[in-house]
């Protein structure tokens, strides 16, 4: 039994070694040296490429390096019938509580501006509300969002979240579908884009939505590039009615030397890694679902194919 690895970054040894402590008898196998192929009934994977897991003849199981899985559902040639699952693991999760709630704190206490003005050796008292007067609208409320959420209204900030079906959060307001998306927007001061990446979620960070904001709201996009409209959040920022943009991902990654979000006033850029799967709670979280699925058990957190999610 062999589990095939593939991440983007320069973790593998951790991965490799993680792996061992937690299933000393999993044969696991870097993706550029598979072995007999036949072997591979486990595959944990970050963007691998187009077409190559349909190779496995014997893949049981596609195990998502992240919590988004839109790098696998773009493979047209995604094996059909192969379960994938997401990454939900408590280091992934209060990795992005610590982002957002990082993010929110920056824009709720203007310091983009406190610390443009220390630059200039300014003293200028900046005097902001406390966070019961903030509203902060999370759009996505899975795993991420859900825990994010609790932890901004445990802070007191006036919290509402956005997701499909509704979620019922003590302390968090909820709007749902397409027909919640407006009265959701009216209200939030700060936004955050936690959603996971659909045809139907594609470029939703757009001078649409952005219109429906109060004026001078500000966003925080920690999900994906795909989700928003680059030319768009310039304009917005240029008119004022976005005050500021904290960007973990974009359209194009790396963000190319010459983009104008590098040295934008408004813009922080952070290089997509808001959170990423830590190795040793990574390899423990998939090692339980191998035992559950040599067990006959179901697995959590399986994407439904047609949702994307
Ligand atoms: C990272 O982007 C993830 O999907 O976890």
Redesign the pocket.
């Known amino acids: 039994m062999a589990l095939i690895f593939r991440t983007e970054f320069a973790r593998i040894a951790a991965w490799r070694e993680a792996f061992k402590r937690h299933m000393p008898d999993l044969d696991f196998r870097a993706w550029d040296e598979p072995g007999d192929v036949a072997d591979i009934e486990f595959a944990m994977v ?1 963007k691998p490429p187009r077409g190559v897991l349909r190779s496995f003849p014997n893949l049981k199981v596609i195990f ?6 839109d ?1 696998l559902f773009s493979d047209p040639e995604l094996p059909e019938g192969v379960p994938v699952v997401r ?1 939900i693991e408590p280091e ?1 999760t209060r990795g992005m509580t610590e982002y957002v709630v990082l993010h929110v704190l920056r824009h709720h206490r203007r310091q983009r501006e406190m610390e443009a003005n220390q630059r200039e050796r300014k003293w200028r008292q900046v005097i902001t509300p406390t966070a019961p007067a903030r509203k902060v609208g999370i759009m996505g409320l899975g795993e991420l969002g859900a825990t994010a959420a609790k932890v901004l209204a445990a802070l007191e900030f006036d919290v509402a979240g956005w997701s499909r079906m509704g979620k019922d959060i003590p302390g968090v307001g909820s709007f749902h579908g397409a027909g919640g998306l407006g009265p959701f927007l009216a209200r939030s001061e700060i936004l955050i884009c936690l959603l996971p990446l659909t045809p139907d979620t594609e470029k939703i960070l757009n001078a649409d939505l952005f219109a429906k904001l109060p004026k001078g709201a500000s966003l925080i996009n920690a ?2 590039g795909g989700h928003q409209a680059e030319e768009d959040i310039l304009a917005a920022l240029d008119s004022g009615q976005l005050s500021e943009v904290t960007l973990d ?1 974009f359209q194009t990654e790396p963000l190319p030397a010459g983009h104008p979000f590098w040295d934008h006033p408004k813009v922080t850029i952070t290089p ?1 890694n ?4 830590d190795p040793d709670s990574g390899a423990r979280r998939v090692v339980e679902n191998i035992r559950r699925f040599r067990r006959g058990e179901p697995l959590p957190n399986i994407v439904d194919p047609k949702a994307g999610y």
Request: charged share 5%; aromatic share 6%; glycine share 12%.
């Open positions: 970050w998502s390096l992240g919590a988004g899985v790098h990454m992934l999900a994906r991902v997509h808001a959170s990423i799967t």
